[in-house]
């Protein structure tokens, strides 16, 4: 399992990101999706996540309206598009692939098994 997070960048508050994460080596079918950042001085905390059987997708409140997680089925490439950025939308953010197998903590990053590198968001104000 592989997976590579790409997009990260310096951007204005109010503007807009796209975060790639490119996916290999499993059938995402059967995997949660996920989407997870970390701030400075803070624990890593999950933001949005899909449900590749079926395609549901969740978010968390804080990103509810703003971020919006896709899926390129064709080239097996979630994506993050992250509008009305904020200064405390800052970290680094990372992709995640977690086996679903009954009950799925959403975004507990214990849920997920394959993690890609960091992707650097710095958001200004």
């Known amino acids: 399992v592989q997976l590579q997070a790409s997009g990260g960048g310096l951007v204005q508050a109010g503007g807009s990101l796209r975060l790639s994460c490119a996916a290999s080596?499993?059938?995402?079918?059967?995997?949660?999706i996920g989407w997870f950042r970390q701030a400075p001085e803070k624990e890593r905390e999950g933001i949005s996540t899909?449900?590749?059987?079926?395609?549901?997708?969740y978010y968390i409140d804080a990103v509810k309206g703003r971020f919006t997680i896709s899926v390129d089925d064709a080239r097996n490439i979630v994506y993050l598009q992250m509008d009305s950025l904020k200064p405390e939308d800052t970290g680094l953010y990372y992709c995640?692939?977690?086996?679903?197998?009954?009950?799925?903590?959403?975004?507990?990053?214990?849920?997920?098994?394959?993690w890609g590198q960091g992707t650097l968001v710095t958001v200004s104000s």
């Open positions: 995640a692939a977690g086996l679903s197998n009954g009950y799925f903590y959403l975004f507990n990053e214990r849920s997920y098994e394959h």
């Open positions: 899909f449900y590749g059987s079926n395609g549901t997708k």
């Open positions: 080596g499993f059938n995402w079918n059967y995997y949660y």
